[in-house]
């Protein structure tokens, strides 16, 4: 009855988020090797990508949404939010923006 609710909603995502910045934690590789995005506690995480890094930063938000801002390759920062969905050693970010396609990462041991 509780999670009918707005508030048991609320609270739902708030526990689902506190999970999931736990979980989100580490380096993860993209499937094809190109790319590699390792978050932070702090809120802050790393690009590695063929021609260079990346520093940004990242927050979880309600709903498996993520809002990140990276370095650009050559010059200024690229935002972009995704929904996220993180099962067992897999992440899966897919842009709202664009075509939408989802990118799939593994977590790196």
């Avoid at 989100?24 to 260079?52: A, H, M, P, V, Y």
Wanted: aromatic share 8%.
């Amino acid at each position: 009855m509780l999670f009918q609710t707005d508030i048991g909603k609320q609270l739902f995502n708030q526990g689902q988020q506190i999970a999931d910045s736990q979980r989100i934690l580490g380096k993860w590789k993209q499937q094809d090797g190109s790319l590699s995005l390792e978050f932070f506690s702090d809120g802050t995480l790393l690009e590695e990508r063929l021609l260079n890094n990346g520093k940004g930063t990242y927050k979880l938000l309600p709903n498996r949404k993520m809002e990140l801002k990276i370095e650009g390759v050559l010059w200024g920062t690229n935002d972009a939010t995704a929904r996220y969905d993180i099962s067992g050693d897999e992440l899966t970010l897919t842009p709202d923006a664009g075509a939408g396609i989802a990118i799939r990462y593994r977590k790196v041991k």
